[in-house]
């Protein structure tokens, strides 16, 4: 199991000083350590998410900063950008750190984003995997024609030429059974989460996505289904909740307030379902925000001790989640979650592939309780 982590800030919890510090920070750390991966996303027009517009432009500044960590776009809404700009830009990326990028694609749901192109919203899906196939062909060094304002064909080639021959894909995926299988029939990876589906529904959606895989002549072994996950990790689970539960709360609100000014907009909120716009008795919002928080708690976060999580980490491995991508700005103190990042590394080596091969499941249960006392 790989482990890796993700950013998503509100920027209502991101107040004052220097907004980028804690992406840096833990970023050199997650680099010197071993972890796997950082995902940047792209959100547009709101707080939950605002300090991201651009994962291409994050990447290209993480790429100065960091020598081994693969540099990835979690999820980078291709619909809203131009498919040549979106080589181009990630090729620079590609180059700056020398072969280390990904991107996860994902087609988008909220109609406001997508006043860069108002055409595109009902076609989005489609759009996105014909933006994928072209994006292969100029990666791979295949030339397109376009036509110019003069109606004359254009032959276009990728400048400057990528580091790597192939770039690793992933689609991002809120749950739809359909986006799993169509991202095995593709060959691509899966970016998913635990927001509107249990455990139970997404081991059912990975074995659908391998049997696509296998279908369309991929190896079903070799894609990698990664799961966003919250984070934070202390050394006393009570200790973690209570850390952890005011912040996460107000991380909600804002996810609620980004839902409902979608829904207002007439379009579909996250998942793509379709809801009535109307406001939320406060009352109902805070109770609303308490289960949420607990059913993360407990059944949909790495939120705890070493020992505590060490369950789901073995149930997701079980099922075939290859990797776990740590959520860590949720608006817990900065240096509060560089600590966590201390237990967090050390429960990341208890399931490195090293250890997995020489140490038996009940042994290391065992050394992660006495790591916790």
């Known amino acids: 199991m790989d482990f890796g982590i993700m950013f998503f800030s509100s920027t209502a919890q991101r107040a004052g000083g220097n907004k980028y510090d804690l992406l840096i920070r833990a970023t050199k750390f997650a680099d010197e350590h071993g972890f796997c991966c ?12 605002g300090l ?5 432009v994050t990447s290209a500044a993480l790429a100065t900063i960091t020598s081994r960590l ?35 694609f994902g087609s988008g749901w909220n109609v406001d984003d997508f006043i860069f192109f108002p055409e595109r919203y009902q076609t989005r899906h489609a759009e996105m995997y014909a933006q994928i196939e072209t994006l292969r062909r100029l990666w791979s060094g295949d030339q397109i024609k376009h036509t110019n304002c003069l109606g004359k064909d254009v032959t276009l080639k990728l400048y400057p030429a990528p ?27 899966v970016l998913t989460h635990l927001i509107g589906q249990d455990l139970e529904a997404l081991d059912h959606k990975i074995r659908r996505y391998r049997e696509a895989r296998a279908k369309h002549g991929f190896d079903p072994a070799a894609g990698k289904v990664s799961l ?29 307030s980004l839902e409902r000014k979608a829904a207002m907009s007439g379009g579909v909120i996250s998942g793509g379902h379709k809801i009535e716009a109307s406001e939320i008795p406060e009352d109902v919002l805070e109770d609303l925000l308490d289960t949420t928080f607990e059913r993360y708690f407990h059944s949909g976060a790495l939120m705890g ?33 560089l600590q966590s990042l201390t237990y967090l590394d050390e429960l990341r080596k208890m399931f490195s592939a090293e250890t997995l091969t020489n140490v038996t499941r009940d042994a290391m249960s065992a050394f992660m309780e006495d790591l916790d006392e």
Not at 52 to 56: C, G, I, L, R, V
Not at 242 to 248: E, I, S
């Open 163 to 189: 580091v790597q021959k192939q770039l690793p894909i992933w689609i991002t995926s809120s749950g739809n059974v359909d986006t799993f299988i169509s991202a095995g029939s593709i060959g691509a990876n």
């Open 228 to 256: 966003m996950l919250h984070t934070f990790l202390g050394t006393n689970v009570e200790t973690v909740r209570a850390r952890v539960r005011a912040p996460f709360r107000e991380y909600l609100r804002s996810a609620v």
């Open 305 to 337: 001790t070493k020992s505590s999580c060490r369950q789901l980490v073995w149930q997701l491995k079980d099922m075939g989640v290859d990797e776990i991508a740590c959520l860590i700005d949720f608006g817990v103190d900065d240096e509060d979650v």
């Open 70 to 104: 693969q540099l990835r776009a979690g999820s980078l809404i291709s619909p809203l950008h131009d498919t040549i700009r979106i080589v181009e830009e990630w090729s620079v990326v590609d180059n700056l750190s020398n072969g280390r990028v990904a991107v996860s």
């Open 38 to 49: 950082i995902w940047t996303p792209e959100r547009h027009f709101h707080e939950f998410g």
């Open 52 to 56: 991201f517009p651009n994962p291409s």
